[in-house]
C-alpha cells in the first residue's frame, strides 16, 4: 500500500451534476496531481497542487478544479458532468524537489460514472 | 511536446518465463525520467523502476530490468521468471523536466500470466 486514499472508490452521476473527489496524500508528502484515466487508455495529467496552490495543468477545461488543504490532502471538482467524464481518477502524492527520480504514490482511484 | 508509445496491446507469457513489454518515447529535452508502472485491477499504480536519460546503467529492480537504448528512444521493461501475479496492465511513463513532477502515460500493455 501507498498510503493514498481516495474516496469515494465509486460513484455513478448525471449530466450536469457536479462531484468531489477527495484525497488523503502520503505522510509527508507535500505535492499531490491528479490524474484522469478513461477506460483503456493511460492516466492523463490533470493539475498539480503545491502549497495549497496550483502549479501545472494539462488540457483540461475551467469545470475541472482543485483545492490543497494546509495537511496536503485535496480535493477535485467538476461541474457540469458530461458522459466522456466517466473515467477513473486517481491522485498521486510526491514530495516536491526530487526531480525526475521522485516517485509517484498513487491511490486506487475513483471510478465515476456519468449517465 | 513529450509522447509514449507502447505498441502491443496484449501480451502473454507461461509461468516462469521472461518476457518483453515494448516502450518508446519521443521528446526533443535532454533530461527527463523513464518509469514503468503496473495497474492491477484495483486501479492503484504500482511503480516498478526507474531510468534517468543520463544513466549510464540499465535499471534493474529484483524481476524487473529496463532495457534502455537512447539512441533508439525506446525502454522496454523485461520481466524475469513471470509470476501468476504479473498479470496486470503495464504502463510506460515520462516525467516532465523541471518544474512539475508530473507523468506522461503510454496507453498500455496487458499482460497475461498462464500457469
Known amino acids: 500500500e501507498t498510503g493514498v486514499t481516495q474516496s469515494p472508490t465509486h460513484l455513478i452521476k448525471t449530466r450536469g451534476q457536479q462531484v468531489t473527489l477527495r484525497c488523503s496524500s502520503q505522510?509527508?508528502?507535500?505535492?499531490v496531481s491528479w490524474y484522469q484515466q478513461a477506460l483503456g487508455q493511460g492516466p492523463q495529467f490533470i493539475f498539480q497542487?503545491?502549497?495549497?496552490?496550483?502549479?501545472g495543468r494539462g488540457n483540461f477545461p475551467p469545470r475541472f478544479s482543485g483545492l490543497q488543504f494546509p495537511n496536503y490532502s485535496s480535493e477535485l471538482n467538476v461541474n457540469a458532468l458530461e458522459l466522456d467524464d466517466s473515467a477513473l481518477y486517481l491522485c498521486?502524492?510526491?514530495?516536491?524537489?526530487?526531480?525526475?527520480?521522485?516517485?509517484?504514490?498513487f491511490g486506487e482511484g475513483s471510478r465515476l460514472t456519468v449517465l | 511536446a513529450q509522447k509514449i508509445t507502447q505498441t502491443q496491446p496484449g501480451m502473454f507469457v507461461q509461468e516462469k518465463e521472461a518476457v518483453t513489454l515494448d516502450c518508446t518515447y519521443d521528446?526533443?529535452?535532454?533530461?527527463?525520467?523513464l518509469f514503468w508502472y503496473k495497474q492491477p485491477s484495483s486501479g492503484e499504480m504500482i511503480f516498478l523502476i526507474y531510468?534517468?536519460?543520463?544513466?549510464?546503467q540499465n535499471a534493474t529492480e529484483g524481476r524487473y530490468s529496463l532495457n534502455f537504448q537512447k539512441a533508439r528512444k525506446s525502454a522496454n521493461l523485461v520481466i524475469s521468471a513471470s509470476q501468476l501475479g504479473d498479470s496486470a496492465m503495464y504502463f510506460c511513463a515520462m516525467k516532465k523536466p523541471a518544474g512539475y513532477s508530473t507523468l506522461t502515460f503510454g496507453k498500455g500493455t496487458m499482460l497475461l500470466v498462464s500457469p
Open positions: 531510468q534517468g536519460s543520463y544513466d549510464q
Open positions: 498521486a502524492s510526491s514530495l516536491a524537489g526530487q526531480g525526475f527520480t521522485g516517485e509517484l504514490f
Open positions: 497542487y503545491y502549497r495549497e496552490e496550483e502549479n
Open positions: 505522510s509527508g508528502h507535500n505535492t
Open positions: 521528446t526533443s529535452d535532454p533530461s527527463y525520467g
